[in-house]
Nanobody, 126 residues
């Protein structure tokens, strides 16, 4: 089993920044990605960013490219999401996830991820 613990959410003003962290414990897969999804009230869960567990390949949703940066610290089994220039549409619950299907590439769909954290709330409001 894999346990994921997110932290770093909160309230930010438009144009502000936040950094999320996700620490994984347990028997994490050695291939595939760790990533972030988000879900706003009344909307489906959507891909935000992910990073492969080996190498440097990353992927971002078009809506966050140039504003968000995902990184990882393998020694700590932790990934981070630096979010700059936050906008109101970035509001939602951000969930960390570990990919368990199609591990040869970065998964973009929630069904490719078998382990999920509880989520952390990000609210962008003036």
């Amino acid at each position: 089993q894999v346990q994921l613990e997110e932290s770093g959410g909160g309230l930010a003003q438009p144009g502000g920044s936040l950094q999320l962290s996700c620490a994984a414990s347990g028997r994490t897969p050695t291939s595939g990605a760790m990533g972030w999804f988000r879900q706003a009230p009344g909307k489906e869960r959507e891909f935000v960013a992910a990073i492969l567990r080996t190498g440097s390949k990353v992927d971002y949703a078009e809506s966050v490219k140039g504003r968000f940066t995902i990184s990882r610290d393998n020694a700590k089994n932790t990934i981070y999401l630096r979010m700059n220039n936050l906008q109101s549409e970035d509001t939602g619950v951000y969930l960390c996830a570990v990919q368990t299907i199609n591990g040869f590439r970065i998964g973009l769909a929630p069904w490719e991820y078998g382990y999920w954290g509880q989520g952390t709330q990000v609210t962008v409001s003036a």
